[in-house]
Structures are given as C-alpha cells and as structure tokens.
T-cell receptor, first 116, second 114 residues
Framework: GAGVSQSPSNKVTEKGKDVELRCDPISGHTALYWYRQSLGQGLEFLIYFQGNSAPDKSGLPSDRFSAERTGGSVSTLTIQRTQQEDSAVYLC??????????????FGPGTRLTVL | AQSVTQLGSHVSVSEGALVLLRCNYSSSVPPYLFWYVQYPNQGLQLLLKYTSAATLVKGINGFEAEFKKSETSFHLTKPSAHMSDAAEYFCAVSVPNTGNQFYFGTGTSLTVIP
C-alpha cells in the first residue's frame, strides 16, 4: 500500500507569510507525528496525534505553529508569520499503535521549507 | 527525562571495514530503542528496533545492534561497510507509559571511502 505522503515537497516563502504543510498518513494508522529536521540539529519533535485524544503539542516552538488532524487522517501543520529560523525540513510520520509501544513509525519524504 | 546521545556527528570508514555508530540513552525505565537510516533525499526508514526481547537485534542490510543496560548503550554495527551504506543514521528511544514523545538523537553521517 501507499506510504506516508507529504505536500508540497518544497516550499519557498517570504518572511511574514503563512504556510500550510500537509501530511497523508498510512491508512489505518492511529498515531501521527510531526518533526522538524534542521541542519545539524537532528529531529525535533513538534506535535503528536493519537486517535481522538487531545494532541500533545509540547514540542511546538511557538504559538505561530499549529496543527490539526481532520477525521483522524490527514494532518495540516500551519506556520503563521514565518521567520527565517523556521527554514527546515518538516517530517511527518505515522504508526498503527501509539508511541510508547514497540510499533514502527513510518516517515514521509518531508517538506523542505525555505523562508527568505 | 529521556534523551539520546549519538557520539560522533560524522564517521568515515573504508569500504569493507567495520561500521560502529554509537548511541547512548538516558531513561529511568527500560526503553524501546530504534535505529533509523536516511539516505540522501529520502525519508527515514527503520533499520532495527529493540523491544525488550533479545538484546542483540538484527536489522536490514546486515546491520545489528546490541542493547547493553549496564552501559545504557545501543550501538549500531555492521561487519563490512558497503558504499551503499553512506547515509545519515538516527538513534531513537520510546519509553513505555511516560508520555507521548519519541526522542531522536542528532544523527551520525556515515561516509564510506572506496
């Protein structure tokens, strides 16, 4: 079956603009994660959705970042008033079981965001 | 708090030589441990995972890792490096019943010299 897909693959925007990044998880996966990968910084956890539970937003770096997951499937990460330090690759992953289990996370190819 | 440390952000080995990528974790309870690989311009994919069964875990492409509780380590090894092993490798930890986060190390970039 299809893996995790993300769109767009690349996004270039101007400082101060809003951007929306989309993630389509693997069908049937209950858990969805967003990470940010900056050069030399590894993967930074942003937000985690599990089923119908309230999301864990503890990793969001500021209130300019928000995310939603509609119908337990597709997720959108929104960054308002983008700043140059927001430039990074944004990765989405999904898993069948919740985090804290032994289940594998499946990653999408990422969206490379460049803020000019 | 849980954390993962990968010693050496860049590792170079000759083709055919042993690959050793180091990972140490910090956790108050036995964690689940993972190694992911990211090839150039591709997403992360799972190499192997430790789930409290056998301490020596075998993964894809000839890689293996050994969980050593006394050393809080989960180092990744491969007996003989191939050119195709050049990639970024990430160690990660998931701790049961302690919250919703999955912690990644900062990654190790492996270069294989012909």
């Amino acid at each position: 079956g299809a893996g995790v897909s993300q769109s767009p693959s690349n996004k270039v925007t101007e400082k101060g603009k809003d951007v929306e990044l989309r993630c389509d998880p693997i069908s049937g996966h209950t858990a969805l994660y967003w990470y940010r990968q900056s050069l030399g910084q590894g993967l930074e956890f942003l937000i985690y959705f599990q089923g119908n539970s309230a999301p864990d937003k503890s990793g969001l770096p500021s209130d300019r970042f928000s995310a939603e997951r509609t119908g337990g499937s597709v997720s959108t990460l929104t960054i308002q008033r983008t700043q140059q330090e927001d430039s990074a690759v944004y990765l989405c992953a999904s898993s069948y079981l919740p985090v804290g289990s032994t289940d594998t996370q499946y990653f999408g190819p990422g969206t490379r965001l460049t803020v000019l | 708090a849980q954390s993962v440390t990968q010693l050496g952000s860049h590792v170079s080995v000759s083709e055919g030589a042993l690959v050793l990528l180091r990972c140490n974790y910090s956790s108050s309870v036995p964690p689940y441990l993972f190694w992911y690989v990211q090839y150039p311009n591709q997403g992360l994919q799972l190499l192997l995972k430790y789930t409290s069964a056998a301490t020596l875990v075998k993964g894809i492409n000839g890689f293996e890792a050994e969980f050593k509780k006394s050393e809080t380590s989960f180092h990744l090894t491969k007996p003989s490096a191939h050119m195709s092993d050049a990639a970024e490798y990430f160690c990660a930890v998931s701790v049961p019943n302690t919250g919703n986060q999955f912690y990644f190390g900062t990654g190790t970039s492996l270069t294989v010299i012909p």
